[in-house]
Nanobody, 130 residues
């Protein structure tokens, strides 16, 4: 049974930091590039970042570039998102997602599309207070 479970969300003041984790099970983790999305209340889900199979390649949305860092530990089947210098506009539910295996989705022009991803977690809430 394929499963991805996010954790690490919480309430933090503006300027603070949080580290999100996403633990995968039921599939061979390093066969997949991985991504983080987020969804704020009343808004569409948006792509935040993605990472290649071994972690050597990464990409970020302009809104988080320079503040967020994505990483992965394939031995632990875990994806991370280190979030620094948080802003109130970062408040959202954060989701990790896995696309089709062996497809270099993170290098694709379509990496932003939700339709590229087959497996989703339930999300972890991040709230940044001003």
């Amino acid at each position: 049974q394929v499963q991805v479970v996010e954790s690490g969300g919480g309430v933090v003041q503006a300027g603070g930091s949080l580290r999100l984790s996403c633990t995968a099970s039921g599939f061979t983790f390093d066969d997949y590039t991985m991504a983080w999305f987020r969804q704020a209340p009343g808004k569409e889900r948006e792509w935040v970042s993605c990472i290649g199979f071994s972690g050597g390649s990464t990409a970020y949305a302009d809104s988080v570039k320079g503040r967020f860092t994505i990483s992965r530990d394939n031995a632990k089947s875990t994806l991370y998102l280190q979030m620094n210098s948080l802003k109130p506009e970062d408040t959202a539910m954060y989701y990790c997602a896995a696309p089709t295996p062996f497809r270099p989705t993170c290098s694709s022009a379509h990496r932003y599309r939700m339709s590229e991803y087959n497996y989703w977690g339930q999300g972890t809430q991040v709230t940044v207070s001003s």
